[in-house]
T-cell receptor, first 115, second 119 residues
Framework: QKEVEQNSGPLSVPEGAIASLNCTYS??????FFWYRQYSGKSPELIMS????GDKEDGRFTAQLNKASQYVSLLIRDSQPSDSATYLC???????????????FGTGTRLLVSP | EPEVTQTPSHQVTQMGQEVILRCVPI?????FYWYRQILGQKVEFLVS????????KSEIFDDQFSVERPDGSNFTLKIRSTKLEDSAMYFC?????????????????FGQGTRLTVV
């Protein structure tokens, strides 16, 4: 069973701090990785995608990928109370010669940012 | 900004009844999916659809489930005879699926979901 593992949290950080969210995956064939934000009762909202080892920055968000360690992380700088949500890590093993394959989601990490 | 739209937002049905969940994917997207999320659990893949046929389905997607793209814009999920355990949020998603440099852009965008309650 190909799994994506996340600590369920909650992860509590004060406003303005850096929140660090982590994820590991078991399928070495995974090619693409995604972070989604999900507010309670709402749908997943795509925040970041990352395909290559290293860091990818977008505004206050930085995704990090280490395929050798099968590890993905998301850093949120200057955390705001509005960032309080569940953050879902997902992997996908599609490639150029296979096309898209399904997203495999972790259970999510609940982030609480206190004012 | 383009978005995936789903109707209805909430559906209550009696056990054994058929339901059809509807979705309008983003217009230039080529891949369409259904996922579901039982309350308090992870988002689970049901089925993917590309080029007018199912490209992959999970073990959840048994003979009671079917998908259809009846026209150029709609994408539907039908559950023929609902069971209590089908109660969940059902999400439709779409992705453009084109090649960027050496990989495919497989970013999937989700609709707001349909909450299905089977009683």
């Amino acid at each position: 069973q190909k799994e994506v593992e996340q600590n369920s949290g909650p992860l509590s950080v004060p406003e303005g701090a850096i929140a660090s969210l982590n994820c590991t995956y078991s399928d070495r064939g995974s090619q693409s990785f995604f972070w989604y934000r999900q507010y309670s009762g709402k749908s997943p909202e795509l925040i970041m995608s990352i395909y290559s080892n290293g860091d990818k920055e977008d505004g206050r968000f930085t995704a990090q990928l280490n395929k050798a360690s099968q590890y993905v992380s998301l850093l949120i700088r200057d955390s705001q109370p509005s960032d309080s949500a569940t953050y879902l890590c997902a992997s996908e093993r599609g490639a150029l010669n296979t096309g898209f394959q399904k997203l495999v989601f972790g259970t999510g990490t609940r982030l609480l940012v206190s004012p | 900004e383009p978005e995936v739209t789903q109707t209805p937002s909430h559906q209550v049905t009696q056990m054994g009844q058929e339901v059809i969940l509807r979705c309008v994917p983003i217009s230039n997207h080529l891949y369409f999916y259904w996922y579901r999320q039982i309350l308090g659990q992870k988002v689970e893949f049901l089925v993917s659809f590309y080029n007018n046929e199912i490209s992959e389905k999970s073990e959840i997607f048994d003979d009671q489930f079917s998908v259809e793209r009846p026209d150029g814009s709609n994408f539907t999920l039908k559950i023929r005879s609902t069971k209590l355990e089908d109660s969940a949020m059902y999400f439709c998603a779409s992705s453009v699926g084109h090649v960027i440099q050496d990989h495919m852009n497989t970013e999937a965008f989700f609709g707001q979901g349909t909450r299905l309650t089977v009683v």
